[in-house]
């Protein structure tokens, strides 16, 4: 399991796992995402499309985009703060239609604060750009009920 919360522990990045394969739970579980590579500078997502990720016209609904777009920042955010880090702006600009295929998302930063980041994001499908997005994200304080207790 790549995305594991342990339970009775808060929101910092030291029990979250994100490690490569498949995200469990969630919107990222439910849609199929899985984490290729993550670290504080970069993080991959691959989604293998399928009928459930399109829209009534055979093509990629804008929200799987999107999704992908805030998931990729938000991994990326959270190890780069090395606590948790929640969008607070999405902006998704969609360039080209895809219906089947595979997508990957690469998170790369543009700026990394104690407390507000932002972030890029490139989607392809195979060497064509279908997707860019610029994701803001705020960095939650650390949580003082969880200093001095070792990660799961």
């Known amino acids: 399991m790549a995305r594991e919360r342990t339970a009775g522990r808060g929101p910092g990045a030291d029990h979250l796992d994100f490690r490569p394969g498949p995200l469990a739970g969630g919107l990222d579980g439910a849609i199929?995402?899985?984490i290729i590579e993550a670290g504080p500078q970069r993080v991959h997502l691959r989604l293998a499309?399928?009928?459930?990720h399109l829209q009534p016209f055979g093509l990629v609904h804008g929200g799987v985009h999107t999704t992908l777009a805030e998931t990729a920042a938000s991994i990326a955010a959270c190890l780069n703060a090395g606590r948790a880090a929640?969008?607070?702006?999405?902006h998704t600009q969609f360039l080209r239609a895809v219906g089947d295929g595979v997508l990957d998302a690469i998170a790369t930063p543009l700026h990394t604060?104690?407390?507000?980041?932002?972030?890029?994001v490139m989607i392809r499908r195979g060497a064509d750009l279908v997707a860019t997005a610029t994701v803001h994200l705020y960095v939650?304080?650390?949580?003082?009920?969880?200093?001095?207790?070792p990660p799961a």
């Open 49 to 52: 499309l399928g009928p459930e």
């Open 32 to 34: 199929g995402t899985e």
């Open 86 to 90: 929640v969008g607070i702006s999405n």
């Open 113 to 120: 604060g104690r407390s507000i980041q932002l972030w890029s």
């Open 140 to 149: 939650r304080p650390p949580d003082p009920a969880l200093e001095g207790v």
